[in-house]
């Protein structure tokens, strides 16, 4: 644990996790953080990666192009016909 105010460094027990501290070289006042089990850690980083997807599907890319860009991508992909492999 380091102290959010001066950087000092403590190893606290287990059993003062949540409650709060005093740091002996400031004198700030904080809370121990509750160490995470092992199944939260993974919980939370499940979430983490869902709510990026969920970010990145829901802001549609915007392409831009003018008019006579459009067309002549429309008239590209018209000329393009399906695949063929010649038999020899």
């Not at 700030?28 to 990145?56: C, I, M, Q």
């Amino acid at each position: 644990m380091t102290c959010p105010n001066c950087g000092a460094r403590y190893r606290l027990p287990a059993e003062t996790a949540g409650r709060a501290a005093r740091c002996k070289k400031c004198g700030e006042k904080f809370v121990v953080p509750a160490e995470k089990s092992l199944e939260d850690s993974v919980l939370d980083w499940l979430d983490e990666a869902d709510t990026e997807r969920e970010e990145a599907v829901s802001q549609p890319r915007v392409i831009s192009m003018t008019k006579e860009e459009a067309e002549t991508e429309e008239a590209r992909k018209s000329r393009a016909g399906p695949i063929r492999i010649k038999s020899q």
